[in-house]
């Protein structure tokens, strides 16, 4: 049982920042893409960004791109730098690994960590 432990979740004023962190202890997914998925009040999961340790590759979804950075600072830790927030950032936010290949950083996770909220005010 694969376990992602986040955190840095919080409460900011729009226009500010805060940092989420993911961690898979024990585990390595060093080829594999490991990365970020959001849920706002009342709508679906959303992809936020992903990124692989070996390699380097990215992917950001366009609402946040310019705005949040992803970095995988090992084989088993992700990051996302979140700044210039929006109330319309406000989302439970997920950590998500997975253990296949693929052309798309955004499908195909098999492992979840239990989520964090952001709440964004106005």
């Known amino acids: 049982q694969v376990q992602l432990v986040e955190s840095g979740g919080g409460l900011v004023q729009a226009g500010g920042s805060l940092r989420l962190s993911c961690a898979a202890p024990g585990r390595i997914f060093s080829s594999y893409p490991m990365g970020w998925f959001r849920q706002p009040p009342g709508k679906e999961r959303e992809f936020v960004a992903a990124?692989?340790?070996?390699?380097?590759?990215a992917d950001v979804a366009d609402s946040v791109k310019g705005r949040f950075t992803i970095s995988r600072v090992n084989a088993n830790t992700v990051y996302l730098q979140m700044n210039s927030l929006k109330p319309e950032d406000t989302a439970v936010y997920y950590c998500?690994?997975?253990?296949?290949?693929?052309?798309?950083?955004?499908?195909?996770?098999?492992?979840w960590g239990q989520g964090t909220q952001v709440t964004v005010s106005s």
């Open positions: 990124a692989t340790w070996s390699g380097g590759s």
């Open positions: 998500a690994a997975r253990t296949s290949y693929g052309s798309s950083f955004r499908y195909g996770y098999n492992y």
